[in-house]
């Protein structure tokens, strides 16, 4: 009787360890028949986890898409380093500004629809974007000298942050009050917190600087206006529901919120430690464009690839491809001040690879959010990336690196 037991328990080992081994050898074969070399992503798995293991982030999530296949999956560290939870690929990230090309492409749908030219003054339809003003001087703040702006902001610099908005971000006196106007003031809902946002001195004349703002609110704003919906319900209908992405949204249903991944940052003694502040999960009425979606590496995934695939997804149409080679150009000339780069509808584009002194390809599009969440498009290289984490304050670094390790994996 032992004899049999033990029997069956080496029998249960080899197949466990056959079934590992052969999901091995599957991976490898997926990654070499989308040209990607599984020795090279381990440099990149190395990297992350070294920085897990020096403590400068807490834990992280890849995930690369290449010709069809996904290439790399993977979660390291932790969730949380109080709690101490293993990070998994189903964990649940704030996104924060990366909710602002979901809500773009959620725009863009309503323009399909004819809703709207991207000329259009944004007055036409919200009138309280009407005779604004611009500061003189943006060191005195909301209460500065002021002009009339000498042009309507229109539609197409709401898409461009090209409008004079801000988004508090810029360290100049009228930066730190618009912040503390738009996000730390109570505000009810997205029509609120537009309203605030317009009540606020221009940082410059409409059309004549790329200042990163607030501007997707006001789009968000739009999206109720001419769906009749809230933002929440027109994404939820028209996006996440065709695209089958069930975990993101603007709050976390009381069930998932275990899976929810807290900030953290590195404290004044130099450690890092989960944030003394974290926002909400759930209980949120602002439905925001600029950020305030929650979602999984897998999620977001199945958005970039509905958009590699020239917007569409699950036999659904949800945007024209002449749309989405329209979002993935360079909208502003020369008022992007990174060098190589421009901006689209919603995303920042590569334009001159080059000038940008960094490996990949004329076409990339790409953004990030707050906490260190980011993702990269390459159609010419049919090719998508996106890391997870869940660290304050923001730093390009890990975009960087995340194009690095990746790029140098493409051996065809």
Same mark, same amino acid.
């Given at each position: !009787?032992?004899?049999?037991k033990i029997?069956?328990l080496?029998s249960?080992?080899f197949?466990?360890?056959?079934?590992?081994l052969?999901?091995?050898m599957?991976?490898?074969?997926?990654?070499?028949?989308?040209?990607?070399?599984?020795?090279?992503?381990?440099?990149? =798995?190395?990297? $992350?986890k070294? +920085?897990?293991?020096?403590r400068?982030?807490?834990?992280?999530? *890849?995930?690369?898409?290449?010709?069809?296949?996904?290439?790399? =999956?993977?979660?390291?560290?932790y969730? *949380? $380093?109080?709690?101490?939870?293993p990070?998994?690929?189903?964990?649940?990230?704030?996104?924060?500004?990366?909710?602002?090309?979901?809500?773009?492409?959620?725009? !863009?749908?309503?323009? +399909?629809?004819?809703?709207?030219f991207?000329?259009?003054?944004?007055?036409?339809?919200?009138?309280?974007?009407?005779?604004?003003?611009?500061a003189?001087?943006?060191?005195?703040?909301?209460?500065?000298? %002021?002009?009339?702006?000498?042009? =309507?902001?229109?539609?197409?610099?709401?898409?461009?942050?090209?409008?004079?908005?801000?988004?508090? $971000?810029?360290?100049?006196?009228l930066?730190?009050?618009?912040?503390?106007?738009?996000?730390?003031?109570?505000?009810?809902?997205?029509?609120?917190?537009?309203? %605030?946002?317009?009540? $606020?001195?221009l940082?410059?004349?409409?059309?004549?600087?790329?200042?990163y *703002?607030?501007?997707?609110?006001?789009?968000?704003?739009?999206i109720?206006?001419?769906?009749?919906m809230?933002?929440? =319900?027109?994404?939820q /209908?028209?996006?996440?529901?065709?695209?089958g992405?069930?975990?993101?949204g603007?709050?976390?249903d /009381?069930?998932?919120?275990?899976?929810?991944?807290?900030?953290h940052?590195?404290? +004044?003694?130099?450690?890092l430690?989960?944030?003394?502040?974290?926002?909400?999960?759930?209980?949120?009425t602002?439905f925001?464009?600029?950020h305030?979606?929650?979602?999984?590496?897998?999620?977001?995934?199945?958005?970039?690839?509905?958009?590699?695939?020239?917007?569409?997804?699950?036999?659904?149409?949800?945007?024209?491809?002449?749309?989405? +080679?329209?979002?993935?150009q360079?909208?502003?000339?020369?008022?992007?001040q990174?060098?190589?780069?421009?901006?689209?509808l919603?995303?920042?584009?590569?334009?001159?690879?080059?000038?940008?002194?960094?490996?990949?390809?004329?076409?990339?599009?790409?953004?990030?959010?707050?906490?260190c969440t980011?993702?990269?498009?390459?159609?010419?290289?049919e090719l998508?990336?996106?890391? !997870?984490?869940?660290?304050?304050p923001?730093?390009?670094?890990?975009?960087?690196? !995340?194009?690095?390790?990746?790029?140098?994996?493409?051996?065809d």
């Amino acid at each position: !009787m032992k004899l049999n037991k033990i029997t069956l328990l080496l029998s249960l080992t080899f197949i466990l360890s056959l079934s590992l081994l052969q999901s091995q050898m599957a991976a490898t074969l997926e990654a070499s028949n989308a040209g990607i070399s599984e020795d090279r992503l381990e440099r990149y =798995e190395n990297f $992350l986890k070294s +920085e897990i293991d020096e403590r400068r982030i807490p834990g992280a999530v *890849s995930l690369v898409f290449r010709k069809g296949e996904i290439v790399h =999956e993977a979660s390291y560290g932790y969730s *949380s $380093l109080d709690d101490k939870n293993p990070m998994g690929q189903d964990n649940i990230f704030h996104i924060m500004s990366m909710t602002k090309p979901i809500v773009t492409v959620a725009f !863009m749908m309503l323009y +399909e629809e004819g809703h709207f030219f991207l000329t259009d003054p944004v007055s036409k339809y919200l009138p309280q974007f009407k005779d604004l003003k611009v500061a003189k001087d943006v060191n005195e703040g909301k209460d500065g000298a %002021t002009e009339p702006a000498n042009k =309507e902001v229109t539609i197409h610099q709401v898409l461009t942050h090209t409008a004079g908005f801000s988004h508090g $971000l810029g360290g100049t006196k009228l930066d730190s009050e618009t912040a503390q106007a738009l996000y730390f003031e109570p505000q009810e809902n997205i029509e609120s917190r537009v309203n %605030t946002l317009v009540s $606020l001195p221009l940082i410059g004349h409409p059309g004549e600087q790329w200042y990163y *703002s607030a501007s997707p609110d006001v789009l968000s704003l739009l999206i109720e206006h001419f769906s009749g919906m809230s933002t929440a =319900e027109f994404l939820q /209908k028209r996006i996440f529901d065709p695209l089958g992405m069930n975990d993101t949204g603007y709050n976390i249903d /009381k069930s998932n919120q275990d899976r929810w991944v807290p900030v953290h940052n590195i404290n +004044e003694e130099g450690a890092l430690v989960n944030s003394e502040q974290q926002l909400p999960k759930d209980g949120i009425t602002v439905f925001g464009g600029t950020h305030g979606l929650f979602s999984t590496a897998s999620d977001y995934m199945k958005f970039c690839q509905m958009l590699l695939n020239n917007g569409s997804a699950n036999g659904q149409q949800l945007l024209s491809t002449k749309t989405v +080679e329209l979002m993935t150009q360079n909208h502003v000339g020369g008022l992007y001040q990174a060098p190589g780069q421009g901006f689209g509808l919603g995303f920042g584009v590569t334009t001159d690879l080059a000038a940008s002194k960094s490996t990949g390809s004329v076409g990339q599009y790409y953004w990030g959010g707050a906490y260190c969440t980011y993702f990269f498009i390459d159609p010419e290289e049919e090719l998508i990336a996106i890391l !997870m984490t869940q660290l304050q304050p923001y730093s390009n670094y890990y975009s960087n690196k !995340m194009r690095q390790y990746i790029y140098q994996t493409i051996t065809d």
